[in-house]
């Protein structure tokens, strides 16, 4: 029972991480500055017909040039953490070599400026903007790249690795596998699901290296993978849909689980891919190994459940939001914690994405009114609420997103923050969500 403005009264542990996250691509803009290299990110979206009216992320929201304004708006919130990823074209223009100095410096003032007003940063290393050097020769389908990744993690190490307590190594490598290598309609725009399985045990080294990397300089930050994961609900209890879920939940959550926690591939899904696959040949002696390095933390993003059908389609059993793959269905929040926890615990866990787009528009008293997403982040935490009193280590949570932003193929058409940003003049606005949040954090409710 909620009181009259939507208060639930549930409280959260003491130093709960409130918190909020972005990703480079999506709000720096800043394209060519201090030496920017370009990345897959920057050729997809110049290509005509690949995102919505043509957008690209060039100016995004100008987070580059106004991060202090961002940092301000941060503490009004009174956000505890905020996920950001670094841009690795800002920090090697061409996938390899000596640092461009310029482009780390643009992160260590971010950093300064996060502890200056007492915001715990957590940076993840790779979000989808890769060189575009490295994809002209084979990208992640090349197993070099995951070395050059680890190159380029060291760099970021030796120079902010003090500043920066909590490390994520690759957002979502499921969105790179599905939307990027099978769909398609993420960068790098390929449709070759035998190449793109492959791909998965190339992030998967890319992470694995990443954290030795981390271990070698000494360290005490802590690592861990980012990991979007939906759970996968079979249609009706029949056998067919219920195996057709196991196997769904393979290919969505344990092809990047289990490398990561068991140090094993899953058998059902290295059988459905065949003896032949580019992934069954692509395992060398000793990667699992380095796949499976212990982490510190597990990074989940949750948005949307599954329903999977006999012949192993989906369903829509839920109400879905303008983005046409989300499902609202806060239970799942719940499932996928107390799962997680179940099978690959105990390790502590931090949700670093949960959200939902709404048409939001500013009006003419100067508000936006975002009630949609102030119901979905309740509910969410609610669930999230309930997963801790089940016993699942959690430790914070982050809005997806800050600020309104460049959201991938679907540019800026769909609005997924906190704050709103008036593009054509860049001006912010605190949506009602926003100020829910900052009441939320400071009453360490909902
Ligand atoms: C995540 N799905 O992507 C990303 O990490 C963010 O960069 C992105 O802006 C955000 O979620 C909202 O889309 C996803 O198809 C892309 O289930 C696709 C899915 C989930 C997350």
Not at 147 to 165: E, H, K, M, T, W
Not at 332 to 352: A, H, N
């Amino acid at each position: 029972h909620s009181d009259t403005d939507g208060r639930l009264g549930l409280r959260f542990p003491p130093d709960f991480g409130w918190g909020a996250a972005t990703s480079a691509y999506q709000v720096e803009g800043a394209a060519k500055d201090d030496g920017r290299g370009e990345s897959v990110w920057d050729t997809f979206s110049r290509t005509p017909g690949r995102t919505h009216g043509g957008d690209t992320g060039d100016v995004a929201a100008d987070h580059y040039h106004r991060y202090p304004t961002d940092l301000d708006l941060m503490r009004d919130i009174g956000l505890r953490s905020y996920r950001f990823s670094i841009a690795w074209p800002r920090v090697q223009p061409d996938g390899s070599g000596a640092p461009n100095q310029r482009g780390l410096d643009f992160y260590r003032r971010l950093v300064d400026g996060l502890h200056d007003r007492g915001i715990t940063p957590m940076a993840t290393l790779f979000h989808w903007d890769l060189p575009q050097a490295l994809q002209d020769t084979g990208g992640w389908e090349n197993r070099d790249t995951a070395y050059r990744f680890a190159d380029y993690a060291r760099a970021v190490f030796d120079a902010l690795g003090a500043q920066v307590p909590v490390w994520l190594t690759v957002n979502e490598p499921k969105t790179v596998v599905q939307n990027g290598y099978i769909i398609g309609h993420h960068a790098p725009g390929r449709q070759d699901p035998d190449a793109a399985y492959l791909v998965a045990h190339h992030l998967h080294l890319a992470h694995g290296l990443a954290v030795a990397q981390l271990r070698d300089t000494g360290s005490t930050s802590r690592i861990g993978p980012a990991l979007n994961l939906h759970p996968c609900y079979p249609a009706d209890d029949s056998p067919a849909s219920v195996a057709a879920a196991r196997l769904y939940d393979g290919y969505e959550n344990r092809l990047y689980l289990d490398p990561v926690f068991t140090g094993s591939y899953p058998a059902d899904v290295l059988a459905d891919l065949g003896p032949d696959s580019r992934l069954a040949r692509g395992i060398h002696d000793g990667d699992l190994e380095t796949i499976s390095a212990p982490v510190d933390l597990l990074a989940v993003q949750y948005y949307t459940p599954i329903y999977v059908t006999a012949t192993g389609g989906t369903e829509r059993r839920w109400p879905t939001s303008v983005a046409t793959w989300q499902q609202i269905f806060p239970e799942g929040m719940y499932d996928i914690l107390t799962r997680v926890t179940r099978d690959y615990g105990p390790v502590p866990i931090t949700v670093t994405e949960n959200g939902l787009p709404t048409p939001d528009a500013l009006a003419a008293d100067g508000t936006v009114d975002d009630a949609g997403r102030v119901a979905f982040l309740r509910d969410h935490l609610a669930a999230a609420h309930r997963a801790i009193a089940a016993g699942v280590p959690l430790e914070s949570y982050h809005v997806w997103s800050l600020l309104d932003n460049f959201e991938w193929e679907q540019g800026y058409d769909q609005r997924w923050g906190l704050i709103y940003v008036d593009y054509p003049t860049q001006r912010r606005v605190l949506k009602s969500s926003a100020h829910w949040y900052r009441r939320v954090i400071a009453d360490n409710a909902i």
